[in-house]
């Protein structure tokens, strides 16, 4: 290793797109970069990898430094590697998605004054620095093909949904309208969901029926 000369040091960063569902929306986590370059713009979350630790290592501190999220579903996507990603060097990114669900975000998330972070609907971006909108978008590709297992699904929606709730973060992430009668009949057929007998009142409309995925769900394709 010591004959490898400069053109051989690259650095590696995770980053990761963590989503979550908020009021029937797909939504995912960013952070407003304090320093140049692309200083006031949204980046995604993540590390530069050290040399004594594994990108899972860096990307679990990274969640729990960055964003105070204590408990987050994490599965490793993709890799870019574009020579003029980063106008500070030659860096290397590995990402990850992360899913996590509403209440798990009020209840256990620990405040990081030092960073400044918020959720954006994938539909409602705000400008992103370096290459993290095209990232984002890869990463919603590769949730696209995971919605449609059941355990993953049970991911974003642990507690109380509706199934209009539900149809409309399946539509955001394939990007097609769906047919309401086949989505309800489909989803009630598979077992894989319980009436909690209450409504969603106070929102505006007629109050729909509460749902929640059950305990112990078989891992099938939905679609």
């Not at 059950?214 to 939905?222: A, F, G, R, T, V």
Request: charged residues 30%.
């Amino acid at each position: 290793m010591s004959s490898l000369g400069r053109n051989y040091n690259n650095y590696l960063e995770t980053l990761i797109s963590i989503f979550t569902i908020d009021k029937g929306a797909l939504k995912v986590l960013l952070l407003r970069k304090k320093t140049e370059p692309y200083k006031g713009y949204w980046i995604l979350p993540g590390n530069i990898l050290r040399n004594d630790e594994t990108l899972e290592d860096n990307i679990t501190d990274a969640v729990l430094d960055k964003t105070g999220l204590l408990s987050v579903y994490i599965e490793q996507c993709y890799t870019f590697s574009n020579i003029d990603r980063d106008p500070d060097g030659r860096v290397i990114a590995t990402s990850f998605i992360g899913l996590v669900d509403s209440k798990s975000v009020e209840i256990k998330r620990e405040e990081r004054p030092e960073f400044e972070t918020a959720w954006f609907s994938i539909d409602e971006l705000p400008k992103l620095g370096y290459d993290h909108e095209s990232i984002i978008s890869r990463n919603i590709d590769y949730l696209k093909r995971k919605i449609v297992n059941s355990n993953v699904l049970k991911s974003l929606f642990p507690s109380d949904f509706t199934l209009p709730e539900l149809q409309h973060v399946y539509e955001q992430i394939l990007g097609r309208e769906l047919d309401r009668r086949n989505f309800r009949k489909k989803f009630i057929g598979l077992d894989l969901i319980e009436d909690t007998l209450e409504k969603n009142v106070g929102f505006n409309g007629r109050p729909a029926k509460l749902y929640r995925f059950k305990d112990d769900i078989k891992e099938i394709n939905l679609f």
